[in-house]
């Protein structure tokens, strides 16, 4: 069943609500990277479902953030068609890579 995807967004203009995402994207067939880059307000795209606050960053705050994402191994590869290429393993997606990151950056004190 599809699930909807999950991404970080850091505002930096309160005026125009755009700022800059973190995400992976990608899939459990090929595997996925990483990527962050400016974007308008999510609530700008089409497929746009909902936005969370999950706290503050402060000023100067782009290198600790983009670095405790690049620490977060992105999804790899985890299917062959249709065969489970590490069934011992947990399915990973952006959601899973999402959640670990928001962790991760509580836990550093980056978002609080």
Same mark, same amino acid.
Request: proline fraction near 8%; charge should be negative; charged fraction near 25%.
């Given at each position: /069943? +599809?699930?909807?995807?999950?991404? #970080?967004?850091?505002? *930096?203009? +309160?005026? *125009? &609500?755009?700022?800059?995402?973190?995400?992976?994207?990608?899939?459990?067939?090929? &595997? /996925?990277?990483? %990527?962050?880059?400016?974007?308008?307000?999510?609530?700008?795209?089409? *497929?746009?479902? %909902?936005?969370?606050? #999950?706290? *503050?960053?402060?000023?100067?705050?782009?290198?600790?953030?983009?670095?405790?994402?690049?620490?977060?191994?992105? +999804?790899?590869?985890?299917?062959?068609?249709?065969?489970? #290429?590490?069934?011992?393993?947990?399915?990973?997606?952006?959601?899973?890579?999402?959640?670990?990151?928001?962790?991760?950056?509580?836990? &550093?004190?980056?978002?609080?």
């Amino acid at each position: /069943m +599809p699930r909807d995807h999950h991404a #970080l967004f850091v505002e *930096t203009d +309160p005026a *125009t &609500g755009s700022g800059q995402i973190y995400q992976v994207t990608g899939n459990i067939q090929n &595997g /996925m990277v990483f %990527e962050d880059k400016p974007s308008e307000a999510p609530e700008q795209d089409p *497929t746009f479902h %909902e936005k969370r606050p #999950l706290g *503050t960053v402060q000023g100067g705050y782009e290198k600790a953030f983009r670095d405790v994402c690049l620490g977060i191994e992105v +999804p790899k590869k985890q299917f062959d068609g249709a065969r489970r #290429l590490y069934p011992q393993e947990p399915i990973r997606r952006c959601q899973e890579w999402t959640a670990e990151v928001i962790q991760a950056l509580v836990s &550093g004190g980056i978002v609080s």
